[in-house]
């Protein structure tokens, strides 16, 4: 597996949680790098990416302002910190990869090409 998402579990509602998004074999600084999440019985939606020619960031409007996107070049990993978590970001999370020579941002699910498995986030009381 090219891409390996880690860091979910179970959170209370307003908690935090920090997602991690791995390489081996490859380096990711060179590629855009998307967070995406499915809830159960709904479609899977992108919620975040960063680019890598300019560092461009995007956020989905149910997560700006609470997630964050960073990279982390010496271990060749992608974070998604996740703050004030809310019922309703409980999912399955993926992280995706691509070559783009556009800001991530314009891209949609079908662009990516190598992804991850998933990570579950379970916000509960």
């Known amino acids: 597996v090219p891409l390996q998402a880690s860091g979910g579990g179970l959170v209370q509602p307003g908690g935090s949680l920090k997602l991690s998004c791995a390489a081996s074999g490859f380096r990711l600084d060179y590629l855009a790098i998307a967070w995406f999440r499915q809830a159960p019985g709904k479609e899977r939606e992108k919620i975040s990416c960063?680019?890598?020619?300019?560092?461009?960031?995007y956020y989905a409007d149910s997560v700006k302002g609470r997630f964050t996107i960073s990279r982390y070049n010496a271990k060749n990993t992608v974070y998604l910190q996740m703050n004030n978590l809310k019922p309703e970001d409980t999912a399955v999370y993926y992280c995706?990869?691509?070559?783009?020579?556009?800001?991530?941002?314009?891209?949609?699910?079908?662009?990516?090409?190598?992804w991850g498995q998933g990570t579950l986030v379970t916000v509960s009381s």
């Open positions: 995706a990869s691509e070559r783009l020579a556009l800001s991530c941002g314009v891209y949609s699910e079908a662009d990516f090409g190598s």
């Open positions: 960063i680019s890598s020619h300019d560092g461009s960031t």
